[in-house]
């Protein structure tokens, strides 16, 4: 696909200044291709300069995090909050910890958090945080400590109306109550500061498992817009997280079969199908910190193939739910081979560029993790409204709203990509879709 003079232009500026910046020149490009459509139709983007501004955060706090280890030793990591875009509403976005987390990292995510949001309906701005600590093996007492030295810092930088993280990789229920109660302590403010919350706390029934779930209904509509339905699919996951937890147990319920899940150690394949005591297993495997797939393999007696990535194994849908670049040219090309209908990300930006071409070319359906894990952040978005009425909506109240969220999600883009002139084309619909809110609020708030 041609790219737009004015977008190529500041690309190659962008390249320029952060080349290091790998993962996030990655997402700025994907964004720039799809946008390049609407460029060539409506010159104002280009006389406003709202390139230019929009893939420059608003404002990024780097910081120390000293925090001291169960030998009494002093240890330091790095802390990142990125604060991308207020343009309709505060900053949102969750808090990734993982030793592989860099500047670069936080920027991609919070970059497309961006899109995301907007996509949402809801009035949230983009932002990412987290660190490079690496949470494996570490004691309960450690990981507390070190949730409160980070939020001893993050704690000025945020708040209810200004910048609400959640989690990520690494960041699940328990860290975000040890951010939760340092916060409280440091600020004195019992308030909607983090989503993710603990239930007797403030936080929304359906958030944990709201990004699996959604990632399955938005495949379901997917499949729908070619008469088919995720009953009877065989699905190949990968990771064994909180997106790939969610995703399971949905596609289960929904009558399809997931036969393979994976982890950093390789996947396991089991033909029978994973539901039952097996997903309640996949909680206990992550709650372990052991980060092993195969402890799966040596419970329920099934393959477990080291080192290696599910995508060899047949199946009808696949749902990349671990995180960036996980899914190669190679990959796509064997799931293509083995008749593979529709890529639903989990994950955000699972599938390299490359490869994310074929599949467009390839015209089976294949969505970006902006649109079809959007689920997550728009379920963080309903524990926003319910802290701000002091009200909590029942489980059924919560997952239809879900539903409704990911329909009209899975709505947007199909229309923008029908109205810019490729109509199946996820990955370019979302982006429009999203971009075009965005950009026309900071058109209209002037100098931001
Ligand atoms: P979890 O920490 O619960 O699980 C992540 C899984 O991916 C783990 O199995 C993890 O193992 C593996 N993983 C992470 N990094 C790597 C790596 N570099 N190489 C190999 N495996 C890796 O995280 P989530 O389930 O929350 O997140 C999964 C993906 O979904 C991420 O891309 C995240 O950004 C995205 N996402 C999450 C949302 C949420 O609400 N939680 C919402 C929307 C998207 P290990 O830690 O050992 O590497
Ligand atoms: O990538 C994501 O959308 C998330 N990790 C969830 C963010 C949130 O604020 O709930």
Known sequence: MAMNAYAQRVLDDL????????????????????????????????????????VEPERIVCFRVPWKDDKGEFRVNRGYRVQFNSAIGPYKGGLRFHSTVTLSIIKFLGFEQIFKNSLTGLAM??????????????????????????????????????????????????EIGY???????LRNLFEGVLTGKGANWGGSLIRPEATGYGVTYFAQEMLRTRGQDIAGK?????????????????VTELGGKVVAISGPDGFVHDADGIRGEKIEYMLAMRASGRDRVQDYAERFHVPFYAGKRP??????????CATQNEVSVEDVQQLLKNGCICITEGANMPVVLDAAKILIDSKILYSPGKASNAGGVGVSGLEMAQNSMRLKWSREEVDRELQKIMRNIHQSCVEAAEQYGCPGNYVNGANIAGFKKVADSMIDQGLV
């Open 15 to 54: 390249s320029k200044r952060y080349y290091w910046e790998k993962e996030f020149l990655q997402a700025a490009t994907e964004v720039m291709e799809s946008i390049s459509l609407i460029l060539d139709r409506e010159p104002k983007y280009e006389k406003a300069n709202i390139l230019e501004r929009i």
């Open 125 to 174: 701005g983009g932002g990412k945080g987290g660190s490079d600590f690496d949470p494996r093996g570490k004691s309960e007492n450690e990981v507390m400590v070190f949730c409160q030295s980070f939020m001893t810092e993050l704690a000025r930088h945020i708040g209810a109306d200004t910048d609400v993280p959640a989690g990520d990789i690494g960041v699940g229920g328990r």
């Open 179 to 185: 951010l939760f109660g340092q916060y409280k302590r």
């Open 234 to 250: 065989i699905v190949v996951v990968s990771g064994f997280g909180n997106v790939a937890w969610g995703a399971v147990q949905k």
């Open 311 to 320: 995508w060899s194994i047949k199946c009808d849908v696949a749902l990349p």
